[in-house]
């Protein structure tokens, strides 16, 4: 009994000193990636993937509220101090999770602009907009253990889904400095109108009790209804594609609106693209590397 008593004490001993730092962290070697073949040709990275040699991936795991988180950071190579962005994944559960290529398409270019990149995949019990968000909040803390994290800026990036969860995290913090929102709904209830089949296939599967109160879960979720809530010193930009067959960008619009009804200094840009932005991956990143120069880096 003492034994197990022992045992028992070491493991939350050892669960308590986690909760602090990460789990694992390892790098990623992008040479055994599946997307390695997509930018690489003879062994060798293609010339418009060449700056991937200025930055490092890492994939992590880290504790929150105690389920076991994976995630990745992505930050530049060259020892020094930079400021933090956290990247909110779309999706839901096991559907569009974060992987190397993710972080590449997404994140990889702001790294080598001079930024720590954190991710969080979020837990397996995901809860679309509940408590799935103290996973992404963890990540400040943890941000401390990053020796080229500067932390005293730090910005957030959110695609999709990850709009909601950054406009949410953006209501519960106000450690924010700015934050990008690309194609992120604002107004589930116009979202379940354009795509009825979400409530059957994501919505009554992972929010709690939906059943009960579907007004309720879909006004938490949506930042239409509480933008008083949202920190007014937290800059923004909104990124909308007028081709987007998820999120209507006009859902873009009507928000924007209603921020005007605050003291929240924010821009909303539409571009003709669809909601991945396929084919204006160049202007996002221009857009993000200039917009996080200007808000996140000189202030």
């Known amino acids: 009994m003492r034994i197990l008593l022992s045992f028992f004490a070491l493991v939350c001993s050892a669960l308590a000193f986690a909760q602090e730092g990460f789990l ?8 055994v990636e599946s997307c390695w073949d997509g930018i690489s040709e003879n062994g060798e990275l293609n010339e418009e993937f060449r700056y991937l040699d200025d930055v490092v991936i890492y994939e992590m795991t880290y504790l929150s509220q105690n389920h076991v988180v994976r995630g990745f950071i992505v930050e530049p190579k060259v020892v020094g101090k930079y400021p933090v962005i956290i990247f909110n994944r779309g999706g839901n559960r096991d559907f569009a999770s974060l992987d190397a290529a993710t972080m590449i398409n997404y994140t990889s270019k702001l790294a080598a602009a001079g930024f720590v ?3 969080s995949n979020l837990r397996n019990a995901d809860e679309y907009g509940g408590e799935e968000l103290n996973d992404v909040l963890a990540l400040f803390d943890l941000s401390n253990e990053i020796e080229k994290a500067d932390t005293s800026q730090i910005g957030m990036f959110g695609w999709s889904r990850g709009g909601m969860t950054s406009y949410q995290a953006m209501a519960k913090t106000k450690r ?3 934050v ?11 979202t379940l109108k354009e795509r009825p089949g979400l409530e059957k296939t994501v919505f009554s599967q992972c929010i709690p009790d939906y059943e009960k109160d579907k007004k309720k879960a879909l006004e938490k979720r949506s930042a239409l209804f509480w933008t008083s809530s949202l920190n007014q010193s937290t800059s923004l930009l909104i990124l909308a594609g007028a081709n987007d067959k998820r999120v209507d960008h006009h859902q873009a619009i009507e928000f924007s609106e209603k921020l005007k009804e605050t003291e929240i200094r924010f821009e909303l840009k539409i571009f003709e693209t669809d909601h991945f932005f396929s084919d204006h991956k160049d202007i996002l990143h221009d857009e993000l590397i200039t917009w996080f120069n200007n808000e996140l880096k000189t202030k």
């Open 117 to 119: 990149i954190m991710a």
């Open 24 to 31: 694992t962290k390892q790098v990623v070697n992008l040479a």
């Open 176 to 178: 924010l400095k700015t």
């Open 180 to 190: 990008v929102v690309g194609n992120g709904a604002t107004n589930l209830f116009d």
